[in-house]
Antibody, heavy 117, light 112 residues
């Protein structure tokens, strides 16, 4: 059974950093592109970033480019999102998702990130 | 960037009815491989987000046949025939033709 479990969220002050993790199981992690998607409270979904099989290629949404870094450790079957220079508008639930044929076929339950002083 | 518009924020329906949710793209989502890079997702409280349809019309594994994706170019529709109680949820379309990938604003199916 495919499982994606996010962790590392919480309350952080504006301008500070936070790193999210997503532990994957139930499939061969290195065989899939992976991604992060977020959802601000009471709002819609927003694609944040994607990463290729070995991590050599990364892609970012305009609102996080230059501040967030997506990475992966295939030996640990874990996806990461390093978030720097956080802003109040980054407050959201962050979902880890698996990519297949350029759609998100599995999603995690999400982890909440609150940026506030 | 490509904008996806889901005109209806909410749709009120009764169980057993048929409903159609539309998603309009600001440019064609047809790629040179002949596929439309448009997918549909369902969000229900307490559940993980579920992929329903990809390439505009292909159901994902295990999705009931009452969910039907259709459309081409810039106009797409997710239809649900004989709506079941568990179908009351929020539905999103997503384009992955061009970066940045973008979602529609979502359509909430509500009980009439």
């Amino acid at each position: 059974e495919v499982q994606l479990v996010e962790s590392g969220g919480g309350l952080v002050q504006p301008g500070r950093s936070m790193k999210l993790s997503c532990a994957a199981s139930g499939f061969t992690f290195s065989d899939y592109y992976m991604a992060w998607v977020r959802q601000a409270p009471k709002k819609g979904l927003e694609w944040v970033a994607s990463i290729s099989y070995e991590g050599s290629s990364t892609y970012y949404g305009d609102s996080v480019k230059g501040r967030f870094t997506i990475s992966r450790d295939n030996a640990k079957s874990t996806l990461y999102l390093q978030m720097n220079s956080l802003r109040s508008e980054d407050t959201a639930t962050y979902y880890c998702a698996r990519l297949k044929l350029r759609y998100f076929d599995y999603w995690g339950q999400g982890v909440m990130v609150t940026v506030s002083s | 960037q490509i904008t996806l518009t889901q005109q209806a924020e909410s749709l009120w329906i009764s169980p057993g009815e048929r409903v159609s949710i539309t998603c309009r793209a600001s440019q064609s989502l047809l790629y040179t491989d002949g596929k439309h890079y448009l997918s549909w997702y369902q969000q229900r409280p307490g559940q993980t987000t579920k992929a329903l349809i990809y390439h505009a019309s292909v159901r994902t594994d295990g999705v009931p046949t009452r969910f039907i994706g259709s459309g081409s170019g810039t106009e797409f529709t997710l239809s649900i025939e004989h709506v079941q109680p568990e179908d009351f949820a929020i539905y999103y379309c997503l384009q992955t033709l061009k970066s940045p990938w973008t979602f529609g604003g979502g359509t909430k199916l509500e009980l009439k």
